[in-house]
């Protein structure tokens, strides 16, 4: 116990008080650091960190430190491992300690996903494609959506797609029998040339193999063109059309603008990133 002073009176003890519990408040914030750019070391960090907060085996956890440069990032992204499920937990919830921690990752998936793109989409005229996706929503989020029809929907995570329509069906089916939930099968219209955000093809270096696999980069944004039922007698499973937008999209340059608006273009960028977090809870 460090004695911090003698008093006489009880107004300045309690004075003393507040001042030290404000102190020990401020120095008991939570403070995150990002690295300017990212190497081996921050691969190491990031380790530690996983194996600290036990997001899975110790076993996996190895297996990732020395076999991590032995495959691209899309790949352990699908391998099922803990990083697919710790990643969009932490990106779905917000967790910005946990999405800071895995600043790695999300840095090499998004930079393959990107080289990708660039291989598969740059220079040339590639026709328009459908790809599917089937996607549970609690029912309070789906009177959202059905209010929402000619509006956007943006993703906050890596989203996997299939161009097969049986795929997208099939998922949708296995999980119709949940009541607490509706089904819905995402049918999105995908333009190449001009995406807000970078898509690719991963079938060839995913660990599925399966040549119709597309996966897209976060916070791609998407127009709501239909929505309608495909369950008509019970209105648990619908379908829902979306088209992905481009940087012309209108209203979705009118939202990126109101959001820089929002977040004080005139501040330093950790302060706007601060901002843009407290619209984001």
């Not at 929505?227 to 499973?237: A, G, H, L, S, T």
């Not at 992905?244 to 939202?255: H, I």
Request: glycine share 4%; hydrophobic share 35%; with cysteine.
């Amino acid at each position: 116990m460090k004695v911090q002073g003698i008093f006489t009176e009880i107004s300045s003890i309690c004075v003393s008080l507040r001042q030290a519990t404000k102190q020990c408040d401020r120095n008991s914030i939570s403070i995150s650091f990002v690295p300017a750019s990212y190497d081996d070391q921050s691969i190491k960090n990031f380790l530690t960190n996983c194996r600290d907060g036990n997001y899975s085996t110790l076993n996996n956890i190895n297996k990732l430190e020395f076999q991590y440069h032995d495959q691209i990032s899309i790949w352990w992204y699908t391998s099922g491992t803990f990083l697919y499920s710790m990643l969009n937990r932490a990106l779905r919830t917000v967790e910005i300690d946990t999405i800071i921690k895995t600043g790695i990752f999300v840095h090499d998936l998004h930079h393959h996903i990107e080289q990708l793109h660039q291989e598969q989409f740059s220079g040339q005229e590639k026709p328009q494609f459908t790809d599917y996706r089937s996607q549970c929503l609690p029912k309070v989020d789906f009177e959202k959506l059905l209010k929402s029809r000619d509006g956007l929907m943006s993703f906050n995570n890596f989203l996997s797609t299939n161009r097969d329509p049986d795929m997208g069906v099939f998922y949708a089916t296995t999980n119709i029998t949940n009541y607490n939930v509706i089904t819905i099968l995402l049918e999105k219209t995908v333009d190449p040339p001009n995406p807000s955000m970078p898509f690719a093809s991963v079938g060839h270096v995913s660990i599925f193999g399966s040549e119709n696999e597309i996966l897209f980069s976060m916070h791609n944004v998407f127009r709501i063109e239909n929505i309608e039922p495909v369950d008509i007698e019970n209105n648990r499973m619908w379908k829902v059309e979306l088209k992905l937008t481009s940087d012309a999209d209108q209203q979705l340059s009118a939202l990126a603008k109101l959001v820089r608006e929002e977040a004080h273009p005139g501040s330093s960028s950790w302060h706007r990133m601060g901002e843009l977090l407290l619209l984001l809870v």
